[in-house]
Nanobody, 125 residues
Framework: QVHLVDSGGRSVQAGASLRLSCSASGRTFNSYTVGWFRQAPGKEREFVASIIGSTQVIKYADSVSDRFTISIDNEKIAVYLQMNALKPADTAVYYC??????????????????WGQGTQVTVSS
């Protein structure tokens, strides 16, 4: 069992930056794929970004690729989502998720075994 903790969300003005963090208690992400998803009220959960811990292969949703950066720290105990130039449309609960191994269809939520509790990001205009 992997317990994920995601954090860093808060209310900001449009144009601001935030960094979300995801950690797994007692584990490293070296042998996992980690993804960030978000869900806005009344909408389906959508893929944001993913990173394969061992190879650091990264994917982004088109809607965020020029503004968000996913990264993993050197010890591979935390995955970050740096979000710049935030827009009201980015308002959502953000979740990190992980799955063992190198997952190449990382945009699909149903391939992830473990999920964080979610952290709220609210962007006001």
């Amino acid at each position: 069992q992997v317990h994920l903790v995601d954090s860093g969300g808060r209310s900001v003005q449009a144009g601001a930056s935030l960094r979300l963090s995801c950690s797994a208690s007692g584990r490293t992400f070296n042998s996992y794929t980690v993804g960030w998803f978000r869900q806005a009220p009344g909408k389906e959960r959508e893929f944001v970004a993913s990173i394969i811990g061992s190879t650091q292969v990264i994917k982004y949703a088109d809607s965020v690729s020029d503004r968000f950066t996913i990264s993993i720290d050197n010890e591979k105990i935390a995955v970050y989502l740096q979000m710049n130039a935030l827009k009201p449309a980015d308002t959502a609960v953000y979740y990190c998720a992980s799955s063992p191994g190198q997952v190449h269809i990382s945009e699909q939520a149903n391939i992830y075994f473990y999920w964080g509790q979610g952290t709220q990001v609210t962007v006001s205009s």
